[in-house]
Structure formats: structure tokens, C-alpha cells
């Protein structure tokens, strides 16, 4: 049941080449009032737990709020002013796009490369499902300690693996937390180690639907393996890709734990992405005007990358 | 083997073999680098402090014997198997109100608003994408209010409205691949809309429910600002925020009782991921391509 | 009356008390059992169970014995006399800006937060505690960076209690400096000393990051050089050749003398590089001489412990290092006023006790109140664990006088709101490290300081609070 199928006469199926044929499924005069009361608890607990709050954290961002003082006063884009006109800020704020988009392209390779081999028979294929699936279950904070630990600057095991190796010298000692090259490096690496397994799954949940009669034929047709990777496996996967990025992408655009535990934002605040700045500046520092505003940035650039990512994979997958 | 086996195409002989040498590389190559952290961390968790700190030793072996410490001051000083207590019962309670939550509204977003209720879904799906970094200080006042600072209760309050929106998402997209017929012909049968919806769509969507429950339990076992800002006493919290707390001491971390501690905390979880892994794929399958 | 035996006040209604001992209780319990009223001892049930209650939020302690001391000691005993089930929770240090933050939105909270920065920030939040502060300075005198930890000048406002401080002394490599012939003295000799040992391969380990160590001593280098952020009368000071100097001194320090790993250090990195015996010198509190004792006997006695460097121009005409954490409570100041009454009633008797804590804290914490422990200079000399390790009882010496040369974030100023900011976003590491780094020269490093000082200095002004 992959594609939006339409019954026709004689009790068969035909495939619905554009919309999902919802009307017809409608609800019915008396259920008028069953929709919304259904969707109701949903839509009270995100007004009141998200809506609310989020209309709070916008009034925060334009007054001079701070976390030890009640009053508020408004001062208008003083705050995004401000903001913009730090130069941590703008390291932030490129930051934040620079580790999403080059984690989720080597999510992207390294998951479809997973599934892919996932997804053939082989002895050990249990565990090594076990052993893939455990980044992903790892609570954040307990994994970016000793991620920490892996990149310290003295007891790196990271660089023990490279120097035995030996694709580093013997005198060599990287400082993966040291250098803002890198630290952002670092930052990056624990991120793709986190996301992968997921988009692995995720990325096997699609190929697990292509039909194979489709991979037979071109393969009949003299394709070789390459050939049909790239030009039948990818295209059809292309919704999935979509969905897959989608998603990545949101947990680690938004993600704080990270950059704070591993890097703090170090080497001198190079490493801070809008989400560990906001919180710097807001709650350490005490500025909370000033952190919703950082915070605040994150928003429409997610509801624009979203939206994008969203119609893409509707259009996709309905070959327009 | 419920995970069918796709071939890219019909094996040649020779290539099988270049194939099947390439497919356990790349296996090995893929496992090595998520799990070699598991493996430095279980030896981590054993070593003794002396062969820890020793910089010239290899970390993946003992150089010195293995001792039980680091994971009796885990157990023995720490609360930490009440934090894992308290991780599973806000993670599974936090499940069940998502469930209860979102499957209604997915449903209703689907077969009973029309158009709008797409425009809605990807609406519901967008809160998804405000950061608890920015809601956490309006959120202390609703904790407040309701005087559930310091209750593990305020998490569990708190955590569906992430996991919300995240699963209504997904259900819609799961429930959209249902044909309606089926629903149609048993309120024909004489069966309400909420008894079509129990009776008929649920049983087809277990793959479905699954994959929310794996995602809301992930996400509300991952999460920690709130946890970190809305409890303090050592007794009401969950791994994620105690561990550090309790073993990392003004400038001196506790590394080996740390690993331990996030072992013992992962492993579980991931070995009833790999169980349900079928059918969470194909859960997603059906879910995520609409 | 019955005074041999054990009794305790019970409080029989609102404003009438009754003193009743065991006997008596188990007579009314029956009493109570047996008949609906029993007089004025109908209370005496509720009384017990409405027992008060005070919550205190602490830092989990370097010293994991303090902790078990006070939670599972000082606090059930005070608990038994004054009828209070006090509670303790901990959180992360690096977690206290955020829980106040949230505590303060939440107008609920802990009824004594501990904060170990100086918190002038949550002043609008939290009770004047002048009416505790004065009388204790009356009787037990109080160390001026205790004082400019604690109040504000411009409001006249106490805005919280320091029940203690932690100075950040040098922790030197002996063995090694004797080798090369000096001791770390000045910031000259360090530099000296510090371009052999590098070329040996055990560099000066100083952070240059934003973290509580670098953000220290690098303030330590500056007033050294005769420099400092504000002046006493909260005025921007920073960019001026002495700051000019103190940037190419460190970046001298961070290129001859030290490893790039510096600017990459959190709290615990010099620890754990000083102990693997990778750096021959730090600042800390003494968490790594009592690291070393008790997991690395054999180098423990080569690590010894000296005063903060000499600089060329010291502020003030003194050697001058930064104190490592300051310990100081709030109340805030929406709780209900009966648990405020109770919060400061502890806090005045935990003062009176302090030197209990300072036992409990292994020298790690010294009395903001000097006269709570009297003879801090003898129990400084006579370490006993420094004794039986290596017989040399006066190791830690150097804290005897550490009132002396130690002093608050913010010198010559107060401990005010904007510097508080300045130091949570790590402005001062950030701007040697530019210039360490060479991506900036030091004129203009000091220029970039001033730049991003000044708005946070102007914010807080016009807040009214500096």
C-alpha cells in the first residue's frame, strides 16, 4: 500500500495518479462536530503548552527582560538589533546551518550506504541491527559526555584509534575540541553519529517498498548495479530521502545539547550554533530578551525549510 | 524475515562473491563506527582509575584488572536505579497520552475535516520545530501554577507537547493509506465512526502505533532541558539530567560510573528498538511517504 | 518541672506553645485515641503533621564527604531542634543560572538558593538581607570580597549572604621548576620557566576559553598588568595599554608556553592534564592537590601549591587572583514570608556553625564570616592527609593568607550585574584568544573588548541596578 489507490467497479483497485482521494471518505453531516472534538485534545495541549508559550517567548524577545527581574518593558527590535550586531551571533547563526547541512548530506550517504547493506541477508544481521541502533538510543546528554571524554585533549581515544592506524604520526595529537576547524568537526561528527541509525531505518522502511519486478527489469535490461542505484533505487526513493533529510534536519537545527556539553561554544565561542548562544546569553548570562530573541531566529528559517521540504515530498512522490 | 529481502538485481557468480566480501566491509565499517563508543564506554566502565588516567595505555584493553567500583558507586551513591524507575514511567506514561491524544486527531484530520485538515496537520506538525530552549522559562510558570515544580509529573505533562505533533504527523500520513472503504462498509454494517476507528483501522495500524510508541519513548528518554529545569530533588529525576549531576562534581567527572551509567541506560532501549524494528519499518513505509 | 527528661516545644495553636516530653506525647496520643477533644492538645496531632519545611538547592560538591555532611548531618540535627524537614536537592553547577531563572519566572522555588558566582543579577528577585548580613559582620567580621560579592552599592541593598568563598592558588610541578630553576612567582618567571618546561614537554596549562578557570586567571593577568574591566565606580576601564600588555603577554605565554589544547580546556581539563602529568602548572581550587592525594600518591608530592604571579604593574600595588567560587545564598523575595522567616533563621545558625563546615569542606571553602573559625591559620598548617602523605603538614600554607591576595570578579569594583554577563559569555578569554591566536592584533583585541562591553555595561545601568 504505497501509492493512493481508488476502488472501481468489479471490487479492484486502480492506482490515483494525483490526489489523495480524501473526499470521498468524508465525514458524514452528523459527524460535524466528531472532527474537531477529536482533534480538540491535540490542539489544546499544543495551544496551551506551545502556542502559549512560544506568544510569551516573542513578547520576552522584545523587552528588556531579564532572568532575576519581573518588570518588563518593551523595547522593540532592540533586542534583534543587537543580536544581529554580535559577532558571535553571525558565527552562531552560520554555524547552525553549516553543522545541519553538512551532518545531514553525510547522514544521507552513510544511511543510504547502511541500508542498503541492511537490507541484504547475512549471518549477524540481528546484531548488527542491535549495535547500529544504539547511538539513537542513547540519551543525548549521557553520549555527548564521552563523546567528550573520545575527543579529550589529552586521552583521546579517537586519536589512539588514528595513531594506531597510523593515519597520524606518532607526535601528532589533534585537538578536536581545540581548534575552531576541528571543534566544528567534532560537533558535526557526534551529530551524524547520533542521526544516522535513523535515517538508516527510515531509508530501509522505503527501499522495502520499491517493487522488485521494477529492479528485475532493469537489471534483465543489461543495468548495472550502479546504474540502477542512481537511476531507478534513487529516484524512487527520492520521497523518503525527503522525509528522511526532514527530519534530521529538524533535530539538528534545533538542537542544543550537543554544542553545550561537548564544546560549550569553545573554542572561544566559534563553535555556538543559535539554540546554545540563546541559551548563553539568556539564562547564563541572564539577558532573556536577548536569548529568545537569538532563539527566535531559529523559527522561520525551520517553518521555511520545512515547508520546502514538505511540498517536495508530496510533489515527488506523485511524479509531478 | 519480515524485512524482505531486495536484491538490486540477479546475482552473477562472480560478482557475488566481490559483492558479498563488499557487503560484510561495509557492515563491519558501519558498525564499527556506532558502536565502537558502546565498546570503549563498557570497557571505560570496568577499568580502574589508574589505568584510565594512565595516558600510554591502550583504552580498549585492562591493563590493569577490571574492577566491580565505578558500577557500585553508580548503584550504591547515586539514586540511579530510581532514575531508571522514573525514565521508564515518564517515557511509557508520556506514550500512552500521545497515543490517546494523537491518534484521535490524526484520524479526525484525515477522514473528517477535508481540506483544511491537511493545512492543519502540516500546521501541528510545524510546532514540532520551536525549540525547548526558548519555551522552557514560560513553561516554569505553567509548572508552577499547576505546583508540579519538582514533580517528575511535570515532565510528564510537559514532554507530549513535542511528541504530539511529531506523531500526529506520522499517523496521518499512516492513516491516509488506508482506503476508506473499509470504515465505510462497517458504519454501513451499522457500526459508529469511533467503533470503525477501534474496531477496523486500529488492528491494520500496529506497525502505525508502534513506530509512535518507539518515537515518543525516544524523544521523551532524550530529552533534557526539561527535565534539567523543572526537577531538582535527586529522587524525582530522570537518567538523563541525574547522571551528570550526581557524577560530575564542580570540576571532577567520574568517568568510569559515568560510562556505566550510560550504558546501562541504552542498551535497553536499543535491544527493544532492534526487536520491533520490522515492524516499525513498516510502520514508516506506510506513514512517512504521504 | 520535668527536666531530666528529654522534651521538645510543641506548638499547641498559633501563638501559644507548650513544652512536652515523650511521656507525654505517648499520654495524649492515647488521650487523643480515646477521646475527640482533648483541650489544648486537640492541636498537638496537627502540629506534628503539618511539620514546617525548608528547601535548599546546593551545587553537588567537589568534596562528596561535605554533601554527606551536611545533608546527612548538620541539616537533620537542625531539622530535629527548630521542627523543620529541611530538604536538600543539587543540581549540575553549571545548571544554577538556569534553575534560578526558571524558579524566578515560576515565582516559586527553593526558600535558599545557592549560587557560587556572585548573583547580582536576581537583586529585584531576592530579600534584602541586610538585617542578617549586618549583625553577623558585627560579630564575626567579613572579608572585603565577600562584601562586593554580595551587595550593592548603588541600592545599598544586601541581595545575598556569602557563607563562604574558594581561593584559586597556583598548583606548580616542583620537581620540574626546581629543575629549571625557579619558582612561579611572577608572571615573568613563569613565562622563564614556562619556555624550558614547554621545550621538555610539560607546558604551562593555562585555558584560554570560556570557562571559570581561564575566565580567572585571565583576570588575574590583567590586574597584574595594571588593568581591569570597570573601575570602583562601575566605569568601563578596559581599553588601555595595560590591557595592550596583558594580551601580548599571554599571547607570549600561549605561543612559547603553552599547547593549543588551552583554548579548548573546560573545568576539569587542567585537573586532569596536571594529574596525568602533562602540564607543570595551573590555578585551581585545591581539588587537584586533593585529587592527587587520594588517587596519585606517587605525584602528589611533587605537586605543591604557591600564590598567584607578581605582575609588573599590580592594581592596587598587590599580587592579586580571582577567587574561584563564591558561595552566596538568596531568598527570594516571592515565597511566603513565614518560609523566609525560617530560610534566614537557618542561615544565621548555620553561620554560627560554620566551622563545622569548614572541617567538612577539607579546605576547600574559606569563611566569608573570618571570625566563624578562629583558627583557620592553624588548621591550614596542620593538614593531616598532607602530613601522613608525604610529612609536610603546612602544604597548604599558602591559604592561610589568602584573604590576602585573593579578590572578587569585578575588582575594583562591585560584583555587579555586568560583569557578571561579561564573564558568563566569556568576553576576556575570547579576546586573548583572538589575539593569541593572531587573528586580531592586541591594540585592536582590547578595542574588540570594548566594543562588546560597553552596550552590556549601558543595559545594566539603565536597569537601575549598577
Sequence with gaps: ?320 | ?290 | MKDEEPSKWVRVSDNRWRRVTRRDLLKIAAAGAAAASVGPFANIQFAFAQQRRLTILHWSHFVPGYDRWFDGEYVKEWGRANNTEVVVDHIPFGQIPARAAAEVAARSGHDLYQHISPPPQYEPEVEDLTDLNEPLIKKYGQIELAKKSSYNPKTKKWFGLSNSWVPDPGHYRKDLWDEAGYVPDSWDNVLLAGRKLKAKGVPVGIGIANDIDANMVMRDIMWSFGSAIQNASSEVTINNKNTVEAIKYVRALFKEAMDPEVLAWDASSNNRAMLAGKVSYVFNAISIARTAEKDFPQLSPQIQIWKPPRGPNNLGGKRLGAQHVMLVYTIWKFLPDDRKRLAKQFLVDFINSWSRAFKAAELYEFPSFTGTVPDVRAQVMTDAVAARLENNPGKYRELATATQWSTNVGHPGYANAAEGEIFDTGILPQMMALAATDKMSAEDAAKWADAQIKPVFAKWKGRGLM
Design chain 1, 1 to 320: 500500500m504505497t501509492r493512493p489507490r481508488r476502488p472501481i467497479a468489479g471490487g479492484a483497485f486502480e492506482d490515483v495518479a494525483g490526489e489523495i482521494p480524501r473526499r470521498r471518505w468524508g465525514a458524514r453531516p452528523s459527524e460535524r462536530f466528531l472532527g474537531p472534538l477529536m482533534l480538540a485534545p491535540a490542539v489544546l495541549y499544543i495551544v496551551l503548552l506551545v502556542a502559549g508559550p512560544l506568544v510569551f517567548a516573542l513578547y520576552l524577545s522584545v523587552s528588556n527582560a531579564t532572568t532575576g527581574s519581573p518588570t518588563l518593558e518593551f523595547v522593540g527590535p532592540a533586542n534583534f538589533l543587537r543580536a544581529m550586531q554580535s559577532p558571535i551571533f553571525r558565527s552562531a547563526l552560520t554555524n547552525t546551518f553549516l553543522f545541519t547541512i553538512v551532518a545531514q548530506v553525510l547522514v544521507m550517504i552513510l544511511g543510504n550506504i547502511t541500508a542498503l547493506a541492511l537490507q541484504q541477508p547475512f549471518r549477524g544481521r540481528s546484531l548488527a541491527r542491535f549495535l547500529i541502533l544504539l547511538p539513537w538510543a542513547t540519551p543525548i546528554s549521557l553520549a555527548a559526555i564521552g563523546w567528550k571524554w573520545m575527543f579529550d585533549s589529552l586521552y583521546s581515544v579517537v586519536n589512539w584509534m588514528l595513531k594506531v592506524a597510523h593515519i597520524i604520526g606518532p607526535t601528532d595529537f589533534p585537538q578536536w575540541l581545540g581548534v575552531p576547524s576541528l571543534a566544528m568537526a567534532s560537533v558535526i561528527t557526534v551529530h551524524v553519529w547520533r542521526t544516522f541509525p535513523f535515517s538508516a531505518v527510515v531509508i530501509l522502511a522505503g527501499l522495502t517498498s520499491i517493487p522488485q519486478e521494477v529492479l528485475d527489469a532493469a537489471a534483465v535490461d543489461g543495468a548495472g548495479y550502479l546504474q540502477r542505484l542512481f537511476h531507478i533505487l534513487i529516484p524512487m526513493l527520492t520521497p523518503i530521502l525527503a522525509i528522511a533529510f526532514l527530519f534530521g534536519t529538524v533535530f539538528t537545527f534545533t538542537d542544543m545539547g550537543v554544542v553545550y556539553i561537548l564544546t560549550n561554544g569553545n573554542p572561544f565561542n566559534t563553535t555556538h550554533v543559535l539554540s546554545s548562544w540563546a541559551f548563553q546569553v539568556g539564562i547564563i548570562a541572564g539577558d532573556l530578551g536577548q536569548g529568545a530573541a537569538v532563539a527566535l531566529f531559529l523559527l522561520p528559517v525551520l517553518l521555511i525549510g520545512a515547508i520546502t521540504m514538505l511540498r517536495f515530498a508530496s510533489r515527488a512522490e506523485t511524479g509531478v
Design chain 2, 1 to 290: 524475515m519480515a524485512v524482505a529481502e531486495r536484491r538490486i538485481g540477479p546475482p552473477l557468480t562472480a560478482l557475488r562473491i566481490g559483492g558479498r566480501a563488499l557487503l560484510y566491509l561495509t557492515v563491519v565499517i558501519v558498525t564499527f563506527l556506532a558502536s565502537f563508543p558502546f565498546i570503549w564506554m563498557l570497557i571505560t566502565a570496568f577499568k580502574q582509575n589508574s589505568d584510565l588516567y594512565n595516558i600510554k595505555n591502550n583504552p580498549f584493553i585492562f591493563n590493569a584488572p577490571p574492577t566491580l567500583f565505578h558500577v557500585q558507586l553508580l548503584f550504591r551513591e547515586t539514586l540511579f536505579s530510581q532514575w531508571l524507575v522514573n525514565t521508564a514511567l515518564v517515557g511509557g506514561v508520556v506514550v500512552i497520552i500521545t497515543l490517546l491524544v494523537a491518534v484521535p486527531a490524526a484520524y479526525s484530520l484525515v477522514r473528517l475535516t477535508g481540506r483544511w485538515g491537511q493545512r492543519v496537520g502540516i500546521g501541528i506538525f510545524l510546532t514540532y520545530l520551536v525549540p525547548p530552549s526558548l519555551l522552557f522559562i514560560p513553561l516554569a510558570r505553567v509548572v508552577a501554577e499547576l505546583s508540579l515544580q519538582d514533580n517528575l509529573w511535570a515532565l510528564v505533562l510537559v514532554y507530549p507537547s513535542f511528541t504530539i505533533p511529531f506523531c500526529t504527523w506520522l499517523l496521518m500520513g499512516f492513516f491516509k493509506t488506508i482506503p476508506g472503504e473499509l470504515e465505510e462498509a462497517a458504519m454501513v454494517d451499522g457500526c459508529t465512526r469511533l467503533g470503525a476507528l477501534w474496531r477496523i483501522v486500529l488492528p491494520i495500524s500496529v506497525a502505525g502505533l508502534l513506530t509512535v510508541v518507539i518515537f515518543a519513548f525516544t524523544l521523551s528518554m532524550q530529552e533534557f532541558v526539561y527535565a534539567l529545569t523543572f526537577v531538582s530533588p535527586s529522587a524525582q529525576k530522570t537518567v538523563s539530567i541525574g547522571v551528570p549531576t550526581d557524577l560530575v562534581r564542580g570540576d571532577v567527572f567520574y568517568w568510569g560510573s559515568l560510562m556505566a551509567g550510560a550504558l546501562i541506560a541504552s542498551v535497553p532501549a536499543a535491544i527493544l528498538y532492534s526487536l520491533f524494528l520490522d515492524r516499525f519499518i513498516a510502520g514508516l513505509t506506510a506513514g512517512a511517504l504521504k
